[in-house]
C-alpha cells in the first residue's frame, strides 16, 4: 500500500508560479513511477505530467509544455510539480499518482494504482 499526500496548492495571480509537492509513505516509493493528473470543476479528471522511477524520462500534457516541470527526490519520497506562467485554465484540483506500469501507459487514468486526496489551484486573472 501507498499513501500519497499531495501541498503547496493555492491562489496564484496570472503569471505567477507554485511548486507542489507530493510525499508517499508506505512501499518503496522508487518502484513506482509517478504522475500529476488535474480536474476542473465540470470536467474530467486529465494527465499533466509523469516522471519515471530513477526520475530520468519525464512527460508532459501539451497544454503545460514549456511551463510545467516534473522532478522526484527518491530519497525523500517525494515528486514535485513546479508550475510556472500560470493561466486561469490551470485551475483545478491537482492530484498526485502512482503507478507500476511501464511509460507506454503513464498518461492514462487507470494505470494508476494510488492517488493522493488533490489541492486545490487557483489561478486568478
Known amino acids: 500500500q501507498v499513501q500519497l499526500v499531495e501541498s503547496g496548492g493555492g491562489l496564484v495571480q496570472a503569471g505567477g508560479s507554485l511548486r507542489l509537492s507530493c510525499t508517499a509513505s508506505g512501499r518503496t516509493f522508487s518502484s513506482y513511477a509517478m504522475g500529476w493528473f488535474r480536474q476542473a470543476p465540470g470536467k474530467e479528471r486529465e494527465f499533466v505530467a509523469a516522471?519515471?522511477?530513477?526520475?530520468?524520462?519525464?512527460y508532459y500534457a501539451g497544454s503545460v509544455k514549456g511551463r510545467f516541470t516534473i522532478s522526484r527526490d527518491n530519497a525523500k519520497n517525494t515528486v514535485y510539480l513546479q508550475m510556472n506562467s500560470l493561466k486561469p485554465e490551470d485551475t483545478a484540483v491537482y492530484y498526485c499518482a502512482a503507478t507500476s506500469v511501464t511509460s507506454s501507459y503513464y498518461t492514462r487514468l487507470g494505470s494508476y494504482d494510488y492517488w493522493g486526496q488533490g489541492t486545490q489551484v487557483t489561478v486568478s486573472s
Open positions: 516522471i519515471s522511477r530513477s526520475g530520468g524520462s519525464t
